[in-house]
């Protein structure tokens, strides 16, 4: 869009309504039977579109449509029979607009009426249409960008919900409109016919490996073209952020399911620790003490945990095309990397992010430089999904955690806790609402 | 059969139904079934919400609209079952916190990029100019162009109480008495958890079959449900420091982040991306 136009006080078209108009705070009303508009022009050469969101003055039975008859001098440009609110566009004549500052133009509107001859109004005036807002188009389109024309590369990313993430991601940068779109095939769930369709023209094919099941990336892999390239990724896991762990059946024997409410379980991530203090019957403040001194007492070696994450990690990198293992042993002090064990932070996504964008064929279509730039802008106040667990104050400490405060609050859903609500809601298993 | 309770409303009746279908007393002893009144449309009433559907419907929270009755309500009304008893409520809204109810010619083709239109930033959205100086002059434009808000204010506080006038329960007084200490809205109709307690409190203890035991007990369970939760906070919108300042409301922080879907952006980030009318991740 090369121009905004806002009608009303609160606008920016104020001198511009020359006669005609009954203006409020966020709109003008067009009154009589003409009004006249002095439209600002950019001044250059190229053609332009005025769009205008307008709504006309209906009244069922006695004026069912505003007809508008728009002209430039003596030229007729446009001519519209408005029976509801919405957009309309007028294009601009070039030999009326090039090289021109402003154009003035004439509305006619000739099924004006007044509301108190129509209906329990007591407003006199004549009014026809209301003016919301408008704007100038360009020749490059309604977005405002331009279309590349050319070879569209088309691709596949395939796994669970944060590919869907990266999925997002990569169709939402600038640089890759009409350069390259991606598909998400959740690999959770059998093929439908729609993703067999997108595997049968992806040029490209991009599988998390730790995700999914086994027989429906097979599948995948048996419906792509034969020239299709297809890469592999890992998007690694933690459990060295104790003592939350992944799924472990039998860990607390309250984590059943509840049909309607909670599946897996109200709290999907076992506290061992935590579990044990769930028949006490004391005040919050003696029960977390309790838990902190648990804590203490039978803390773990977490340099182990995190020495056996990164083993893991490196083993990810050694059966996949993109490593990101390094990345994360790296990183894993000075940015919040996971949210909980099997959810990536912003962080990791946004990494896995630029470097798939800086893989083949994605690389051929867009510079790996603006596409990272591109990439930081879009993500930034990114929170990932909406499950964060807390991270204990020891292990933080222990890990020298840069990102970490004692007074973050972790989301969960809807709710947002402290590390230690989180953990006597869990104690007392205290139901939540998404 | 299990005797179901039917909000009509808007997305403010999901919450209603999504908080009360987690309350465990309850379990067994009703449903919750909505029908958003702001999305119905005329195939739905033969579709969906026919006979079958309204067949258990012991009592309905109806949140009512001023002006004439909408062809929904209506149909709602045709197909209840005969002695239903009907709570009617009023919506939650407020016009007042400016300027997020103006005009933008983007939502023409793309309506639901940026839903809350801000005329001031989008007659910015074609100035060429770096991030500083682009906010420094959206702050200059809306402090010139700010409207009078105390008279917005006595707008929607004359809304409240017409609704009011024409419910069941009344929602005027708690929204004037609680607005200026607490945030009760995130947008002109998305609200905070307060809300949603105050009125599925307030519904509970007026539905016929949950007795004063019963609605106690939920009223303990609403507590526990909401005391951290965000409300409908998927989209809100930033408080600007001069609506702040003139409306004197209590809680505003100038160093608060503003979800909107999957980030947290600060007044300047959300401002800047609303102007250029950037993509974000959900």
Redesign the interface.
């Known amino acids: ?12 078209l104020g001198g511009a309504l020359i006669s005609g108009w009954s203006v409020e ?3 003008a009303w067009a009154v009589g039977k003409e009004s006249l508009l002095s439209l600002p022009l950019p001044g250059h050469d190229g053609g332009l579109t005025l ?3 307008v709504h006309p003055l209906i009244y069922p039975g006695v004026r069912p449509f505003q007809r508008l008859i728009l002209s430039a001098g003596d030229e007729e440009i446009g001519s519209f029979t408005l029976t509801k609110r ?2 309309i566009d007028v294009p601009l004549p070039p030999h009326l607009t090039r090289g021109r500052r402003d154009i003035l133009l004439t509305l006619r509107h000739p099924d004006a009426i007044r509301p108190c001859d129509a209906g329990d109004s007591r407003d006199t005036r004549e009014l026809a249409i209301c003016f ?4 100038l188009l360009g020749s490059t389109g ?2 405002g960008a331009a279309i590349v024309s050319g070879d569209l590369c088309t691709g596949i990313m395939a796994g669970g919900a944060d590919v869907a ?1 990266l999925v ?2 990569v169709n ?1 940068l ?1 640089s890759a409109r009409g350069r390259v779109e991606v598909s998400f095939i959740d690999t959770r769930r059998p093929l439908d016919s729609g993703s067999r369709e997108d595997a049968r023209r992806a040029r490209f094919c991009w599988i998390q490996s730790n995700m999914g099941l086994g027989g429906v990336r097979d599948s995948l892999r048996g419906a792509l073209a034969p020239d299709c390239l297809v890469r592999d990724f890992a998007i690694p896991t933690a459990r060295a952020l104790w003592p939350f762990l992944g799924p472990m059946p039998g860990t607390d024997t309250r984590a059943i399911p509840e049909p ?2 909670y599946a897996p379980a109200r709290y999907r991530y076992p506290d061992r620790i935590a579990a044990g203090f769930a028949a006490y019957n004391l005040t919050d403040d003696v029960v977390a003490l309790l838990y902190e001194n648990a804590v203490r007492e039978q803390m773990p070696d977490l340099d182990a945990l995190l020495a056996a994450d990164i083993a893991e990690w490196r083993m990810l990198d050694q059966r996949n095309t993109l490593g990101i293992g390094g990345f994360a042993s790296n990183q894993f002090t000075s940015e919040r990397l996971f949210l909980a064990p099997m959810v990536p932070g912003p962080a990791l996504l946004r990494e896995i992010a630029k470097r798939l964008v800086a893989s083949p064929p994605i690389v051929e279509a867009l510079d790996p430089a603006v596409a990272a730039v591109e990439i930081d ?8 999904r909406r499950e964060e667990l807390p991270v204990h104050p020891s292990v933080a400490a222990h890990f020298n955690l840069a990102w970490w405060s004692a007074d973050l609050r972790y989301r969960w859903h ?4 402290t590390g230690t ?1 989180y953990i006597m809601d869990y104690i007392r298993w ?5 | 059969m299990t005797r179901s309770v039917l909000i009509f409303a808007n997305c403010q009746g999901e919450e209603l139904r999504t908080t009360a279908r987690y309350l465990t007393c309850l379990t067994g002893v009703t449903d919750f079934k909505w029908i958003a009144s702001h999305k119905v449309t005329d195939a739905d009433w033969a579709m969906r919400y026919g006979p079958d559907f309204m067949a258990d419907v012991a009592v309905v929270w109806e949140q009512v609209e001023s002006g004439q009755e909408s062809a929904h309500r209506a149909a709602l009304h045709r197909g209840l079952p005969k002695d239903v008893q009907i709570i009617r409520f009023p919506p939650f809204s407020a016009l007042c916190l400016w300027p997020f109810s103006g005009n933008d010619p983007r939502q023409a083709t793309d309506p639901t990029r940026y839903p809350w239109p801000d005329s001031i930033a989008a007659v910015l959205a074609t100035e060429d100019l770096p991030d500083n100086a682009m906010f420094e002059r959206y702050l200059e434009i809306t402090a010139q162009r700010m409207p009078d808000l105390e008279r917005r204010l006595r707008f929607d506080l004359a809304r409240w109480r017409a609704t009011d006038a024409i419910a069941d329960i009344k929602v005027a007084d708690w929204v004037e008495r609680n607005f200026r200490a607490k945030r009760l809205f995130y947008t002109a109709g998305h609200v905070t958890a307060e809300p949603t307690r105050f009125l599925l409190n307030q519904l509970l203890s007026r539905t016929a079959f949950i007795d004063g035991a019963l609605a106690a007990r939920a009223a303990l369970e609403i507590e526990v449900l909401l005391r951290y939760h965000a409300g409908q906070d998927f989209e809100c919108v930033p408080l600007h420091p001069l609506v702040a300042e003139r409306l004197a409301l209590q809680f505003h922080d100038p160093n608060r982040l503003y979800r909107w879907h999957g980030h947290e952006w600060t007044l300047r980030q959300y401002i800047l991306r609303y102007i250029r009318w950037a993509p974000y991740l959900d």
Do not use: C, Q, T
């Open positions: 869009m090369e121009a905004a136009f806002v009608f009303g006080h609160v606008g920016n705070e966020g709109y769009r205008l969101a919405g957009p919301h807002s408008g704007g309604p977005g993430s997002d991601i939402k600038p309607g409410r802008a879009l993500m930034e106040g990114f929170g990932g809807g709710s947002r806790r609500e205290a139901p939540w609402r998404p």
